[in-house]
């Protein structure tokens, strides 16, 4: 799992919790595939960070704003949908987030 989504207690976007996994396997797989430098595991983790937040947040606000009700009478609910679509993007997500270019002077 690539990250968690607690629901706010009030349906507000300000109250969500995200629980990122920083072990995940896109994560750690594309640091060590690509032998991204120690000094740079940090920048890549923090897009990392940013890109599934972002992307978590976005799709929260696209189906509580537009299709209010219409996910909670199903068992997974809004913050479900968000945790398997996020998981099912995870594995292009890192190349998504770099050029060539970037990962060459990235890597060792």
Do not use: C, W
């Amino acid at each position: 799992m690539i990250m968690r989504m607690d629901e706010s207690l009030n349906g507000k976007i300000s109250g969500l919790t995200i629980t990122l996994n920083m072990d995940a396997a896109p994560l750690r797989s594309f640091i060590v595939n690509r032998n991204i430098k120690e000094t740079y595991k940090e920048y890549v983790e923090d897009h990392y960070k940013n890109a599934v937040v972002f992307m978590a947040i976005s799709q929260y606000r696209e189906l509580k704003d537009k299709r209010e009700g219409e996910f909670e009478e199903k068992e997974i609910g809004v913050t479900g949908i968000i945790e398997n679509s996020i998981d099912g993007i995870g594995q292009i997500l890192m190349p998504m987030l770099f050029t060539e270019n970037e990962i060459e002077r990235l890597a060792d």
